[in-house]
Every structure is written in C-alpha cells, then in structure tokens.
C-alpha cells in the first residue's frame, strides 16, 4: 500500500469526523456512528480508528504509520433524516468495495458533497403530520367534526414547530409553544361543543410531540454499552415531554379548562 503523508491523514481524519458528525445530527445511533465511522477510515488506508462519543461532541483519532491525530467537534441536532443516513451507508461500502486507487479520498470526499440533503416542502409536511393526528384522533372514536379540528390543530403546530426550528429557538421553548397553541386550537372543542368527545381532539392534537425516534435510540443506544450518550439523549427525551406537558397545561389553565381526560 501506497504510504500515507501527514496531510493526507489528516484529510482522512476530518472525513471521518464529517461522516460522524452527519451521521449524530440526522438521527443515527451511537453504534452506526462509530462503526461506520471507523470503516470509512480503515478503508482509506488508517491502520486504527478510535471514536468518542458524546451527546453534543464527537472526538475521533486516526493512527497511520505510528502517527497519532485527534481532532473534536460539536455537533447541532437536526431534523432526522433516514434518508441521508441510508446514502452515508452506500458511500462507506462503496470505499470498502473498491481497491488500488489512489484517488478514493478525493471520491469519498466528493461523494459525501454530492449527499442530497433534500427534505420534503414545509406545507406537505405539515398537512400529512396533522392528517396523522386527525387518523388518531378517527380511530379512537371521535366525530368527523373532531377529526377535521384535530388535522387543523396539528397541521398548524407543526407548521409553528418548523418555524421555530428554522429561527433557532431552544428546541424546549419550541415544543411548550407547538403544544400550546396545538391544545389551544384543539380545545376549542369544549367552547363550541364540537363532536362527540372533545378530550380526544386535545390529546390527539399533540401527537406529533412524543419523541418516539429518540427514546428508541436512548434505549438502543443504553443497550449497546453507549451509557453517557444514551442517558444524556434520555435526558433530552424526557425534557421535551416535559415541555409538552407544559405547552398543554398553560392552553388548559389559560381556557380555564378542569375537567379535560375526566
């Protein structure tokens, strides 16, 4: 094998901290961050790869020829995207499968510029996440009647969560707004009698803000022997219910609503 300069090891290195940090941000857990971390590495011709995690950083080392780089980097949390995980996947088994050429780095690296970060339209998003609140909201008895207000409801927060997220609000501040004005909207079942079961338009109003995906992956993550990432994203988890929680209680005193789920 072709000998391995300093800065091409380090062009190696800050590939491989790319693709973990890509791979943090769009929703991967813990054991896919580290594993196809460390192959992206091997296969560019690092004899080891070491990688850390936390749950806002990524520390990751290289080793060629007895030589040692370490580099970190924060991460920021974005919206899942299992779409661009499955793409960083093919570009790992792509460098592994292919042999005796001298420019794979500069391929990888041009692939991993080529990722199609392409998301859905913010309106298509919001009318499918509120027509999912209006199924709940249908399956679990509730009236036509409630079923169109629970799909406006959820339909507006969502587009209110996006919002926020866009402008860089504290992801907890945005979740007691999304629930607040979702329980807002959904309780205006109780003023004007609509349907036949308003508490079902309330609670299905803000079901887009249970973190099913990121419990999943603290538990995973826990499971996997990854016990500071896993109970740091539990942490989370549990701060965002909390702020839902929060979001809906402030609807409920504000309408001076008592008697909601009795």
Not at 152 to 170: D, P, Q, W
Not at 206 to 221: H, T
């Amino acid at each position: 094998m072709t000998s391995i300069s300093y800065v091409q090891q380090q062009h190696i290195t800050r590939l491989c901290v790319r693709c973990g940090l890509l791979l943090m941000q769009y929703g991967a857990e813990s054991a896919v961050v580290v594993d196809l971390s460390k192959r992206l590495g091997l296969a560019l011709g690092m004899n080891s790869v070491e990688c850390s995690l936390n749950f806002n950083a990524i520390t990751l080392t290289t080793i060629c020829d007895e030589r040692c780089i370490i580099t970190t980097r924060d991460t920021i949390n974005q919206s899942i995207n299992v779409n661009l995980l499955v793409q960083i996947q093919q570009i790992v088994n792509k460098t592994e499968a292919t042999v005796d050429d001298n420019e794979l780095t500069q391929r990888a690296t041009l692939a991993f510029d080529e990722l199609d970060k392409m998301v859905y339209p913010t309106w298509l998003v919001s009318v499918f996440v509120g027509a999912s609140c209006a199924a709940f909201a249908y399956l679990n008895g509730g009236s036509w009647s409630i079923t169109a207000v629970t799909f406006i409801a959820g339909m507006v927060a969502m587009l209110t969560r996006i919002y926020l997220s866009k402008h860089h609000f504290n992801p907890f501040i945005a979740v007691i707004v999304t629930a607040f004005i979702a329980s807002l909207i959904g309780s205006t079942t109780y003023y004007f009698d609509i349907g036949n079961n308003a508490d079902i338009a309330v609670a299905s109003s803000v079901l887009l803000l249970v973190p099913s995906f990121p419990l999943i992956n603290s538990f995973s993550d826990i499971l996997k022997g990854y016990v500071n990432i896993g109970i740091g994203r539990a942490v989370f988890t549990y701060m965002l219910t909390l702020s839902a929680c929060v979001g809906i209680v402030m609807a409920l005193g504000l309408l001076r609503i008592q008697h909601w789920g009795f």
